[in-house]
């Protein structure tokens, strides 16, 4: 596709259960990125995979949370147990290299926990 | 570590007025400096990067920004509001060493009045 595609763009579940979220990066990217975008808290970021080096989690909140990429290119994000907190919308950005370049944002799966 | 400071969580200006929001960064080493805007619903948007090859940026829509390291600050500037900018904006540095994630700021939120 043209851009970074996320699936799906709402979700709603019930606190306790497991969601995954879906980032389809732009063809070629071999970086790819989520962040997490909840009031009082901004933008954070959560994890980081680059080609095939070991990914960089250090932004993930929990052991709730985790991801993986699959083939270098669609990206799953798994939050297990979902709590209230973690409601936000999770942005996912990819990009072509490493330091310094664009990276373009999905426009996000806002994620509500009842 | 590397932080940015966003003054002003709200701007109002008048259409056709300058526009000037305020990002102040804090870095131990040289940082690349970002400014991304987000329209309602959508995801980022690159205005603009600092990669220390020119302090003054020039960015899409009319934005500009100049990287003073005496004052650690790297403010979006526009000449005359429009309309069309209402939306928020987000300094963001790179992680030195870390490939291109990246830590933002808290957002400002620009309305733009008749």
């Known amino acids: 596709g043209a851009g970074v595609s996320q699936s799906p763009s709402n979700k709603v579940t019930e606190k306790g259960k497991d969601v995954e979220l879906r980032c389809d990066p732009i063809s070629g990217h071999t970086a790819l990125y989520w962040y997490r975008q909840s009031l009082g808290q901004g933008l954070e970021f959560l994890i980081y995979f680059q080609g095939n080096s070991a990914p960089d989690k250090s932004g993930l909140p929990s052991d709730r949370f985790s991801a993986e990429r699959t083939g270098g290119s669609v990206s799953t994000l798994t939050i297990q147990r979902t709590q209230q907190e973690d409601s936000a919308v999770y942005l996912c950005?990819?990009?072509?290299?490493?330091?310094?370049?664009?990276?373009?944002f999905g426009q996000g799966t806002r994620l509500t926990v009842v | 570590a590397q932080s940015v400071t966003q003054l002003g969580s709200h701007v109002s200006v008048s259409e056709g007025a300058l526009v000037l929001l305020r990002c102040n960064y804090s870095s131990s080493v040289p940082p690349y400096l970002f400014w991304y805007v987000q329209y309602p619903n959508q995801g980022l948007q690159l205005l603009l990067k600092?990669?220390?090859?020119?302090?003054l940026v020039k960015g899409i829509n009319g934005f500009e920004a100049e990287f003073k390291k005496s004052e650690t600050s790297f403010h979006l500037t526009k000449p005359s509001a429009h309309m069309s900018d209402a939306a928020e904006y987000f300094c963001a540095v790179s992680h030195t060493g870390g490939g291109n994630k990246l830590t933002f700021g808290t957002g400002t939120q620009l309305k733009v009045e008749l």
């Open positions: 600092y990669t220390s090859a020119a302090t």
């Open positions: 950005a990819s990009s072509f290299g490493t330091q310094n370049t664009e990276a373009f």
